[in-house]
C-alpha cells in the first residue's frame, strides 16, 4: 500500500510542484504586466500634468499682457513705473516667477526683474539662446494676424492671446520659459511699433514647485535630474524637452509597483500550499480573482482620470465631445431634441486678476458644483478648460433648454463665496438645438452652433442667454461665398494683373511693377488687402501667386526696354522646390530672366535658413534681379543687404508720405539713399503722390519713383500705349 501511495505520490508530487511552478511563474508575469500598465498609465498622466502647468502659467501671464493698459504702457510709451507694478510685481508676487523681462519691437531688453535680487539687460542678453527661438515663435504668429486698428462696433475682444513656451536649462536650473505677445483686448490703445513688445516669464522647477506637483499627482520620491540621464531601474520616468526637442532634464519618481507588492503578499501563501494540490488551486484562484479586480480598478482610475477634469471631477472635453456624438448619433431613436449648451463666466478674469489663481481655482471648484447641481442625471456637465463649460442635454425640447438655461444664468450670477471673500462673475450661455431632422449636422457643427450663440449672449450685455439663430452664421457664409467667388475668378480670369509704372527723375519709365487685381461681377473691384489674406487663409495663396508671375512673365515680353518686377511672398520664398517652379514658368512663356526683377521683403528673409538662402542663390544664377520691398520696415534690414545678393531697395511708402511737412521723414529717406549708395544697390521710392515729395526726393539723390503722381497701377494694354508713346509721364497729381 505504501509503495502504492509513493508511486501515486511522487507523480502528484511532481505535478504538484509543476503547477505551483507554472503558478509561480505566471504570477511573475501577471505583476510584471501589472507594474508596466501602472508604469504607462502613470506616465501618461504626469506628462499630461506637465503640459497642463505650462499651459496654467500661460493663463497666468496672459492677463498682463492682453490688455488695452500693457499696450499704452510698454509699446505706445515705456512706463517702468508701471512695468515694475503691473508685471514684475504680479507675475513675481502672485505667479511666482523668478526672471521678467520685456523686450521692445526690437527684441531688445528694456525692462528686467529677478525675484530676490535686481536683473540687468546683461541677465537677458545672458540667456537671449533660451528666450530667442520662444521669441521667434511668438514673432512668426504676430506676423501671420491682422494689426489692430481700434475698438470693434460691437465692443467686443479685437485680438487674443499669443503664447510659446517651452523648458529650458539656464545657469544649471531648469525653468518654464513663456514668451507673450503683447496685445490690445478691446482696441482702446493699439499696437504703434512696427512690432510688439514681448513679455518673457521664466519659473524655476525648484523643491517648492517639485512638492506642490507631487502632492497634486500623489507622487512620491519626486526628483529632477538635469540633462538626458537613464532613470534608476525602478523609477517612473518624464523626459522635459526644450524648444528644440532636446532633454533638458528628466523627472523621476518612485512609482506604486502594484504587482510586486500583490507578489509579496502572494509569495507565502503559495509556498504554504506546496502540500496539496486543492489549496495550491484554491489559493491561486483567489489571487487571479484580486489580481483581475486590481487591473480594471487600476484601469478604471485611468480612465476617470483621462475623461474628467481634475479641479473640478466633471467630465472634460474629451467625455463631452464623446457624450456629444453619442447625443447626435441617437437622435433618430428618439423622439425629443438635442440641447447643447455652451457657458463661459463673464468676469472671471477680473477675479484673478484681483485675488490671484488660487482665487480663480477656488472659483471654478464652487461654480462647477453649482452648475452640476441644476443638470440631470441624463445630461452631461462638462468642463472644457479655463472658465469654460458645456452641457449636452437629449429628449428635451427648446423650452426645456430655455429652462435650463436660465438656471444656469441665475446660478452664475448669484454671490459666490471664497476664502478671498464674496464675489460676483455671472455668465452667458449660448444654446444650440439640434432635432432629428437636424441630426446630419453633427456634433463638431452643435458645439460650434452653441459657441456662436454664446458669444452673441456676450455680445448682447452678458449674463444671459441666447439661442443659435441662422442669421448669426450670416458674416461666415458671406466669407465662404466670397472664398468660391475666388476660386471661380482665379479659374475664370477675373484675377488679373495691373501694372504700375517706375520713372527716373526726367519721367522716363524704367520698369513697371505687377500687382494682382479682382474685378468681382457684382462687387466690383475687391482690394488686395480684402483678397489676398483670404488666399492664404483658404489655401490659394500658391495658385494666385503662380497666376500673377505667369501672367508678368508673359507681359514682360511685350516690353523690350522695360523690367518688370514680381512679388514673391515669404512663404514662397521658404519652399524648397520654389526656384524649381519660377524655372518652369520661365520656361514655359519664354520670358528673359534679366528682364524680371523679383521683390522679397523682410519677412521672407526672416530666420536666415539655408533653404532660402539656397533659392535666393538659384534665382539669382537663373538671371533674375532682385529688390528688397518695403525697406525700413522689418528686422534687420541692413544685416540682410550684407549677407544677400541684393541688387535695390524700395523705400516704404510710409516714409515717403511724411516728406514735405517732416524733416525727420526728410533725414531717414536720406540716410536710406546714401546706404544705398555706398553698397552699390539702386534705390526707388514708392507711394510718391505729390510734386513736393518728389521734388525732395530728387534733392535728396533719389532719382527712381513710383506712385499715383506718376500712374494708378493700369492694364498691360495701357503700358503698351505708354511705350508707344514715348514712354515718358506725365504728372498725374499735384503738390
Not at 485680438?159 to 525653468?175: H, K, N, T
Not at 459666490?416 to 457643427?445: M, N, R, W
Not at 479659374?491 to 495691373?498: P, S
Not at 493700369?714 to 506725365?730: C, N, P, Q, S
Request: aromatic share 6%.
Amino acid at each position: 500500500m505504501k509503495g502504492v501511495e509513493a508511486r501515486l505520490s511522487a507523480p502528484l508530487a511532481a505535478m504538484a510542484l509543476l503547477t505551483v511552478g507554472v503558478l509561480v511563474a505566471v504570477l511573475f508575469m501577471i505583476a510584471e504586466r501589472v507594474d508596466r500598465d501602472a508604469l504607462r498609465h502613470e506616465q501618461q498622466l504626469v506628462q499630461r500634468g506637465v503640459d497642463a502647468k505650462v499651459a496654467d502659467l500661460q493663463r497666468i501671464v496672459a492677463p498682463q499682457v492682453f490688455w488695452d493698459e500693457a499696450v499704452k504702457n510698454l509699446d505706445n510709451r515705456f512706463d517702468p513705473a508701471w512695468a515694475a507694478d503691473n508685471i514684475s510685481a504680479y507675475l513675481i508676487g502672485q505667479g511666482g516667477f523668478d526672471m521678467i523681462f520685456v523686450v521692445n519691437h526690437e527684441d531688445r531688453p528694456v525692462f528686467n526683474a529677478r525675484v530676490g535680487k535686481s536683473a540687468t539687460a546683461a541677465d537677458y542678453e545672458r540667456h537671449v539662446t533660451n528666450f530667442k527661438p520662444l521669441i521667434a515663435k511668438v514673432r512668426a504668429g504676430e506676423a501671420r494676424r491682422p494689426r489692430v486698428t481700434g475698438p470693434r462696433a460691437d465692443g467686443g475682444m479685437v485680438s487674443s492671446p499669443l503664447q510659446a513656451s517651452a523648458i529650458e536649462a539656464i545657469d544649471g536650473e531648469v525653468y518654464v520659459v513663456t514668451a507673450s505677445l503683447v496685445q490690445p483686448d478691446f482696441g482702446t490703445a493699439v499696437i504703434r511699433q512696427a512690432r510688439a513688445p514681448v513679455v518673457v516669464t521664466a519659473l524655476k522647477l525648484d523643491a517648492v514647485f517639485l512638492e506642490v506637483f507631487a502632492s497634486r499627482f500623489l507622487l512620491a520620491g519626486i526628483h529632477l535630474h538635469r540633462g538626458d540621464m537613464r532613470p534608476d531601474a525602478d523609477d517612473a520616468h518624464v523626459p522635459l524637452r526644450d524648444h528644440a526637442g532636446k532633454v533638458v532634464a528628466t523627472l523621476d519618481w518612485t512609482p506604486p509597483h502594484p504587482g510586486q507588492r500583490l507578489l509579496r503578499k502572494a509569495v507565502v501563501p503559495i509556498l504554504l500550499a506546496v502540500g496539496g494540490l486543492a489549496a495550491v488551486a484554491l489559493i491561486f484562484a483567489r489571487r487571479s480573482r484580486r489580481i483581475a479586480e486590481g487591473l480594471v480598478a487600476s484601469e478604471a482610475r485611468a480612465k476617470h482620470m483621462a475623461m474628467h477634469d481634475a479641479l473640478t471631477g466633471l467630465p472634460n472635453r474629451v467625455l463631452f465631445e464623446e457624450r456629444l456624438r453619442q447625443g447626435v448619433d441617437g437622435l433618430s431613436r428618439r423622439r425629443g431634441a438635442l440641447a447643447v449648451l455652451a457657458i463661459d463666466l463673464d468676469r472671471f478674469k477680473a477675479v484673478n486678476d484681483t485675488h490671484g489663481h488660487a482665487a480663480g481655482d477656488e472659483l471654478i471648484q464652487v461654480i462647477g458644483a453649482r452648475l452640476a447641481g441644476l443638470c440631470r442625471a441624463s445630461e452631461t456637465l462638462a468642463r472644457l478648460g479655463g472658465d469654460e463649460f458645456g452641457v449636452v442635454a437629449v429628449d428635451i425640447d427648446p423650452n426645456g433648454a430655455a429652462a435650463l438655461a436660465e438656471r444656469l444664468v441665475a446660478a452664475m450670477g448669484a454671490p459666490v463665496d471664497l476664502s478671498c471673500g464674496t464675489v460676483f462673475v455671472g455668465g452667458s450661455v449660448g444654446v444650440a438645438i439640434i432635432t432629428p431632422d437636424e441630426a446630419y449636422v453633427g456634433a463638431v457643427e452643435a458645439a460650434r452652433r452653441a459657441d456662436v450663440a454664446m458669444y452673441r449672449a456676450k455680445d448682447e450685455g452678458r449674463g444671459r442667454y441666447c439661442f443659435f439663430e441662422a442669421e448669426m452664421d450670416a458674416a461666415l457664409k458671406a466669407r465662404r461665398g466670397l472664398e468660391a467667388d475666388l476660386r471661380k475668378a482665379m479659374k475664370d480670369g477675373g484675377v488679373w494683373v495691373a501694372y504700375q509704372p517706375q520713372v527716373d527723375a526726367a519721367g522716363k519709365v524704367l520698369g513697371v511693377e505687377a500687382l494682382a487685381r479682382w474685378t468681382h461681377p457684382e462687387k466690383g473691384a475687391i482690394s488686395p488687402a480684402a483678397f489676398v489674406p483670404l488666399a492664404e487663409d483658404c489655401g490659394l495663396i500658391d495658385d494666385l501667386g503662380r497666376l500673377i508671375m505667369r501672367r508678368a512673365f508673359t507681359d514682360s515680353l511685350r516690353w523690350k526696354h522695360l523690367k518688370v518686377a514680381v512679388n514673391v511672398s515669404a512663404l514662397q520664398m521658404r519652399q524648397v522646390g520654389f526656384p524649381d517652379l519660377v524655372g518652369e514658368i520661365l520656361a514655359e512663356t519664354g520670358a528673359r530672366a534679366d528682364k524680371i526683377e523679383l521683390e522679397i521683403t523682410e519677412g521672407a528673409l526672416l530666420g536666415d535658413d539655408e533653404v532660402t538662402h539656397q533659392a535666393i542663390g538659384r534665382l539669382r544664377a537663373m538671371g533674375f534681379s532682385l529688390a528688397l520691398d518695403d525697406f525700413g520696415t522689418g528686422y534687420s534690414s541692413l544685416s540682410y543687404l550684407r549677407r544677400y545678393p541684393i541688387d535695390k531697395i524700395k523705400i516704404d511708402r510710409s516714409f515717403i508720405t511724411p516728406l514735405g511737412g517732416d524733416k525727420e521723414a526728410g533725414a531717414v529717406v536720406a540716410a536710406i539713399v546714401r546706404l544705398a549708395k555706398a553698397l552699390h544697390l539702386s534705390v526707388i521710392a514708392e507711394g510718391v503722390e505729390t510734386n513736393q515729395q518728389r521734388e525732395q526726393l530728387q534733392e535728396i539723390g533719389c532719382v527712381q519713383a513710383q506712385g499715383f503722381l506718376f500712374s494708378a497701377p493700369v492694364t498691360a494694354d495701357a503700358i503698351d500705349a505708354i511705350v508707344d508713346e514715348g514712354g515718358r509721364m506725365h504728372l498725374a497729381a499735384v503738390a
